[in-house]
């Protein structure tokens, strides 16, 4: 009888007949050992009960919140950009840093999915869905911004190369274009990549369904999927391919949206670290949004078995792995400055940490590079309401960077004459907090009616799914 | 009375139908099946499956997305071409060259990414036939435990192989925990 063992007994060298190797059990990614009917009935069970009371609750207030945005939206195009708070020297202001805040924060649901897959964490199965959704909600959210800053918003077609009556075609050259192509692609891939793995999923829904109506709807998107092999070895083929295109999409993403302000010549700006900077801090700041909706997520639907310590373990430790490299990238900006003797590269450096933005400088410094230290401790890793407050941490902190990255190199730039302060007005304000209820909104229309872990992706890596163990 | 597809037998393991695949594969069956509520490791080998062929829908995608890019840049920013409804306009960017390669890149590649996206998934759907939205199998009484936590064998009366005794002591020869019917 073949055993797993690779070890032939042709090959095994003599030590093995003194020794005992030690069988290290890995830690269980279900635990109490549930059978896979439990973790049909746990997640199909939220889709089908009757919607919660805070359900409702939440609903409200983030369609409230919503509204927000939508008021400002209108004002803003009713009556032009000056509503807002940009003026001469910050002609990117909040718009900005709120397009690059949320894209980042897309981004850990597409290295959930794609880059964990391909490096076969296990773990990532309990969390995709929900973080591939969050991607989805924050891409929607960032898409605003560029899209309604343009002020004449019925002419922003104009960013695509189709033929216009002014025969004007877009200039290529631009990371603001760039920017439209490769958040347009993330955005889709992003659709496309949660939907294909929806469908196995759709079809325990669609086969639970208890009305016709249910039935028919879950049904039509779930392609007619039976389960069959034929049709997994596809299905297995094509998402390992989406994940393996996804993944270099995630990295060029968001060095795109770094080139918006690398490819200038600005003193702060033109730093080739900009592209992985960005990159670890868009990862650092989805963790940190990963981990604010899926703790009290795990709490109300009580999802420690699926959601185990094992999972916060490892996402703690990538927001600890990234924040250090954000840490990093913030010391080596201000060492190259100071070692390349550019005056105003090195002007532009002190001038964050002590001109007249300093204030958001350290609440850069201490959300970004203090707090996600404390997660060497275990038993900060372990104490979820801490592990909540300081992804809560991390966020505020992420937004503050990109904050003093536009804002202090364009209102501090080569001519002192240039010089200005920016503020945001009360529409910049209300227009960015209504954004949070926009995604809101749609999380929890995910949450009510899509199944939001990945069942059949959590059951082929239980124990029982291996066929060698029996 | 519907006429019948095929039999079909149920299992409750992975390793008892990774077992019941492999007698199937070797007595010869050729229009057969396994429904797993999730894809196991090992079982393309053990039902005899080859690779699949979505790469190469993925490889097509990709090239016609970066000679797309790159053609659309050239046309657009490079050329004075006049074509139907468009013409190329070599747009003055302070003296630089009117095409390169290096910065039609980051668009070219962003193309190159969402066309091999959609060729995968068309190719995933194409090859497996979907939607397909009738299927003896989705008539069957436990077609919810499909999706849920069993696994199924069924054999389709079309194989040149299927003969209604044989193959059902065949299918009751691999221990399952029930034989079935599936009707057209």
Known sequence: ?470 | MAKQHGLIARFDTPADIMRAAEKVRDAGYKNWDVITPFPIHGMDPAMGLKRSLVGRFTIVGGSIGITTGMLMIWFTGGSELSLPFMDGYKLIVGGKPFFSPQFAFPVSYELTILFSAFASIGGMFILNRLPQHYHPFLKYKDVAKGTDDSFFLYIENEDPQFDEEKTRSLLDGLSPTEVGELED
């Open chain 1, 1 to 470: 009888m073949a055993s797993a063992n690779p070890i032939t007994s042709e090959m095994k060298p003599a030590i093995l007949d003194e020794v005992d190797p030690v069988d290290i059990p890995r830690p269980a990614l279900v635990e109490n050992n549930r059978s896979f009917s439990w973790i049909t009935e746990k997640i199909c069970g939220i889709v089908e009960e009757k919607t919660p009371t805070w359900w409702w609750v939440c609903f409200v207030i983030a369609c409230a919140t919503a509204s927000f945005t939508v008021f400002g939206l209108i004002y803003l195009v009713a009556s032009g950009t000056g509503v807002w708070g940009l003026a001469n020297p910050a002609n990117w202001g909040w718009a900005i840093v709120n397009f690059v805040f949320w894209i980042g924060i897309g981004h850990a649901g597409t290295l959930i999915s794609a880059i964990l897959c391909l490096l076969r964490q296990k773990w990532r199965t309990s969390i995709n869905r929900a973080a591939e959704a969050m991607t989805i909600f924050a891409v929607v959210c960032a898409a605003i911004f560029p899209v309604f800053h343009v002020g004449r918003v019925w002419m922003a077609w104009f960013l695509f190369p189709i033929p216009n009556a002014n025969a004007i075609w877009p200039n290529f050259r631009s990371a603001l274009l760039w920017d439209v192509f490769a958040v347009s692609t993330y955005g889709t891939v992003s659709v496309l990549f949660w939907y294909v793995g929806l469908i196995p999923d759709l079809a325990s829904v669609r086969d639970r369904a208890k009305n016709k109506i249910r039935q028919i709807l879950y049904g039509f998107f779930a392609m007619g999927w039976r389960g069959s092999n034929r049709h997994w070895r596809n299905y297995e083929m094509c998402y390992l391919i989406l994940a393996g295109l996804s993944t270099p999409l995630v990295l060029s993403v968001h060095t795109i949206v770094s080139f918006d302000f690398a490819i200038s010549l600005l003193p702060g700006w033109h730093t080739t670290i900009f592209p992985p900077y960005f990159v670890a801090g868009a990862i650092f700041s989805g963790f940190g949004m990963v981990l604010t909706l899926m703790l009290p997520l795990r709490a109300i639907y009580r999802l420690e078995d699926l959601i185990t310590q094992y999972h916060i373990d490892c996402m703690t430790k990538i927001v600890l792995a990234t924040g250090s490299m954000v840490g990093y990238a913030y010391s080596m900006e201000f060492f190259i400055a100071a070692y390349g003797a550019n005056d105003f590269e090195i002007f532009a450096f002190v001038n964050r940490a002590f001109g007249n933005y300093a204030w958001a400088y350290w609440i850069m410094i201490s959300c970004n590079v203090i707090s996600p230290q404390l997660f060497w401790f275990k038993k900060i890793r372990e104490n979820t309401a801490w592990v909540w407050i300081i992804s809560i941490f991390v966020n505020i902190g992420m937004w503050f960077e990109r904050f003093v990255i536009a804002v202090t190199t364009l209102t501090r730039d080569w001519l002192p004459s240039s010089w200005g302060y920016y503020s945001p007005t009360i529409i910049d304000i209300f227009t960015y907090v209504g954004t949070f209820g926009v995604f809101s909104v749609l999380f929890l229309l995910f949450l009510r009616f899509l199944p939001l872990m990945a069942m059949a992706e959590i059951k082929a890596v239980t124990p029982q799914a291996d066929p060698h163990k029996h």
